[in-house]
């Protein structure tokens, strides 16, 4: 147990030491989008609307924060694990260390986590401030890591099976743009028909802001967002455990 902890340690402090130099504009570009979107359409367009019984501002914060999550968690996994492994080639030096691919798949996604919980930590201390109604509780910061963990996942797994960084470009475009906006993030599932609801159940952004969202307005738990969310987190790192099987062929 502890040759894991110290395999997926050393992993990961090559990925933070990187951040450590540069955390500031790290911090501050994964912050720009989540701040517009929480002014332009919560605190702007929003402002006098209801959903669900509670004003837009407080529905909408939970879902930036899931986005803000997502997004960080999955770039801050997979854009210097492409590059390591397409641009650098250094990522060959770490598949012929005598280091455990679970350690590697974990140890790459730790970074991830941690970025893009700094940055949804951020998104949710301001919108308390915007919406000071908005609940304070522990369940939230614990769905909120693991919501990053299986984000990151999925980033590193996509960065482990891409060939190039146009596939990877259009992989952003024809996936995670769409994600962004139709999860649930912005407006209530429950507007939608019945097939784009189940068809969104298949998007683990979707179950994220379910989750955030019920934990922060007091709404009951949605045990089944949370099992679809450690399904997601499994399917993703056993798909980065394959895709590094065959890396190391």
């Given at each position: 147990?502890?040759?894991?902890?110290?395999d997926?340690?050393?992993?990961f402090?090559?990925?933070?030491?990187?951040?450590?130099?540069?955390?500031?504009?790290?911090?501050?570009?994964?912050?720009?989008?989540?701040?517009?979107?929480l002014?332009?359409?919560?605190?702007?367009?929003?402002?006098?609307?209801?959903?669900?019984?509670?004003?837009?501002?407080?529905?909408?914060?939970?879902g930036?924060?899931?986005?803000?999550?997502?997004?960080?968690?999955?770039?801050?996994?997979?854009?210097?694990?492409?590059?390591?492994?397409?641009?650098?080639?250094?990522?060959?030096?770490?598949?012929?260390?005598?280091?455990?691919?679970?350690?590697?798949?974990?140890?790459?996604?730790?970074?991830?986590?941690?970025r893009?919980?700094?940055?949804?930590?951020?998104?949710?201390?301001?919108?308390?401030?915007?919406?000071?109604?908005?609940?304070?509780?522990?369940?939230?910061?614990?769905?909120?890591?693991?919501?990053?963990?299986v984000?990151?996942?999925?980033?590193?797994?996509?960065?482990?099976?891409?060939?190039?960084?146009?596939?990877?470009s259009?992989?952003?475009?024809?996936?995670?743009?769409?994600?962004?906006?139709?999860?649930?993030?912005?407006?209530?599932?429950?507007?939608?028909?019945a097939?784009?609801?189940?068809?969104?159940?298949?998007?683990?952004?979707?179950?994220?802001?379910?989750?955030?969202?019920?934990?922060?307005?007091?709404?009951?738990?949605?045990?089944l967002?949370?099992?679809?969310?450690?399904?997601?987190?499994?399917?993703?790192?056993?798909?980065?455990?394959?895709?590094?099987?065959?890396?190391?062929?």
């Open positions: 147990m502890m040759n894991l902890f110290s997926i340690y050393s992993v402090w090559i990925d933070l030491r990187n951040m450590r130099r540069h955390w500031k504009a790290t911090v501050a570009t994964s912050l720009v989008l989540p701040l517009l979107y002014v332009a359409f919560g605190y702007g367009l929003g402002r006098g609307i209801d959903v669900a019984g509670v004003s837009y501002l407080s529905f909408v914060i939970p930036i924060v899931a986005l803000t999550a997502f997004s960080t968690s999955f770039n801050g996994a997979a854009s210097k694990l492409q590059v390591d492994r397409i641009f650098y080639k250094s990522f060959d030096e770490l598949l012929m260390s005598p280091v455990s691919p679970h350690s590697i798949i974990i140890g790459k996604a730790l970074i991830g986590v941690v893009g919980s700094i940055s949804a930590v951020a998104i949710y201390l301001v919108g308390l401030i915007l919406a000071p109604t908005l609940l304070f509780s522990p369940v939230f910061f614990l769905i909120l890591l693991l919501s990053c963990f984000f990151a996942s999925f980033g590193v797994f996509i960065s482990l099976i891409i060939h190039s960084h146009q596939e990877m259009n992989f952003s475009t024809l996936v995670i743009l769409p994600m962004t906006f139709l999860c649930g993030t912005f407006f209530s599932l429950s507007q939608l028909p097939v784009a609801r189940a068809v969104l159940y298949f998007l683990p952004l979707t179950h994220s802001a379910n989750i955030l969202r019920a934990t922060v307005l007091g709404s009951p738990f949605p045990w967002s949370f099992a679809g969310l450690l399904i997601f987190g499994g399917v993703f790192f056993v798909g980065g455990m394959i895709a590094l099987k065959k890396l190391s062929v």
